[in-house]
């Protein structure tokens, strides 16, 4: 009976001396697994579990029924091969500037640091301890150079550079006072660039001929906006409002330049429509130039289609302007002179556009013929009212053109 519970017994202690073996190494595991992003539980559990071990030493026959003094030599020679590699990775990717990676073996010596409290574990002058202390240093310099590089690339607007070197800033190894101020530096910077972008749209409404560096500096704005949409440590930095408005800036800032592009085309379509061609084709130009410039980040539909219409009518003039007014019709002439519209013309003549030439002399001899026909009419006429009908030819030849009234004086003289 006695042989029995005995026998039950160390079945017993020898299966719960597998489970802490099993225990401590699957955690140890875990803790040195490079790919773990979170190592406290396993540390702990860790901790516990050799902490017990260790804590069974105290009874002799218990410790030996589990092969206890083996098992603690064997892990002695395997911490203390782990303690050599883990030095020498820090030492590596110290002297290899990959502070990202020297960060994560930081964590793993200090999830190790419980081994230092074991008499047994002496590993080093130092142990797992001091390979925290060394390296904790070293990432808290790096840290504080980070902080002063990260505030040099906020002040120039440098935001993915700003991210980059958010990496050398680790929340939890650092003084809190540099991760707020970049902080603070970094959510006014956000702002003020939304902010002075939204204004600078605002300030291209009817100017966008003077405005051209501002819709590149407008189109540099949204792409760098766009790329710090991308950036998690920024975004993850950053208080939640600066975040939301960053968000929204997209949507609201094409709103913005939709508006003003629209308003824009309105104001193209009036100028054909009261003959201000000049005035059309630079604005149409400015336009097409704004839209070009800021091709990468904003794009509409709308305002493209519209734009595309008003540029077909500019192409199209002569049929725009015959289709609008009907110049065989003289008695109309006093209604639409054609000789305001011919000084339009002209003034964009003398501007260098060269399709313009065979739009004025086409729509001169379209013109030419049509009175030329009226004048043949009255010649041929014995009406009534042929005297009226005089009367209206000569107050339409007032409303011609110089180059007709030159053509057409005589006639007009000879009216009887």
Known sequence: MVDDMNSLLQKYIKEYGNFLYKEIDRNFKHITNVNETDIRQYSKDFDNYFQELNSLNKYVNLFQCISGDEKLENYYRQFLNYHRFLDNQMEYFSMSSKY????????????????????????????????????????????????????????????????????DIDENLSNSKYLN??????????????????????????NISKEKNNIRLINDNIENISIILTKNRIMNLIDEKTRDNLRKFPHEIYQILTKIFIHEVHSIDLF??????????????????ALRELSDNYKSNVVYEKKEQLQKRLNHLLDDILQRYDFSDVEKYHVHPPKDIFEQLKRVLLSGNPKYVDIYKSL???????????????????????????????????????????????????LK
């Open 364 to 414: 001169l001899e379209k013109i030419r013929v049509y009175f030329s026909l009226n004048l043949d009419k009255l010649g041929n006429d014995s009406s009534k009212d042929h005297v009226q009908k005089i009367l209206l030819l000569k107050n339409a030849f007032c409303f011609l053109p110089e180059e007709l009234k030159i053509l057409f004086q005589f006639h007009i003289d000879q």
């Open 100 to 167: 990202k990676e020297l960060k994560h073996l930081l964590v793993i010596a200090q999830s190790l640091t419980c081994l230092d409290r074991f008499s047994s574990f002496s590993l080093s002058d130092y142990g797992f301890r001091g390979l925290y202390k060394q390296y904790h240093l070293e990432i808290f310099r790096i840290s504080q150079d980070a902080h002063k590089l990260i505030i040099d690339y906020i002040s120039k607007g440098d935001y993915a550079y700003v991210d980059l070197a958010l990496a």
């Open 181 to 206: 101020q970049i902080k603070h530096d970094l959510e006014c910077s956000l702002n003020k660039l939304m902010k002075h972008t939204k204004s600078m749209a605002y300030w291209i409404e009817g």
């Open 272 to 289: 054909i429509h009261v003959n201000y061609y000049l005035e059309a084709e630079q604005s149409i130009e400015n336009l097409t130039h």
